[in-house]
């Protein structure tokens, strides 16, 4: 019996705020969906298109499963030059 697992659904924050995104599966194209965050389905990772100075900051990732919600273990800091 082959079992499936996928990874649960992922939100962002941006400096504790919530990222408005869309979230697609990797097999999905990347370009022309018309959002700047795009969120992976299979492995929860947030793409930016075109990162811009307010994309600057404390970046988050909350994990969502069967028992509740479980807050990524570490932040990212995104500097924009």
Partial sequence: MSRSYRTPPAKWL???KPVDMITID???ELSGTGHRYIGDSSTAALHIDSARL???GIWRCIIEHEHGELLSGRTVK????
């Fill in 14 to 16: 941006h400096n504790e």
């Fill in 26 to 28: 990797t097999r999905t």
């Fill in 78 to 81: 995104l500097f924009i030059l």
């Fill in 54 to 56: 307010e994309d600057d």
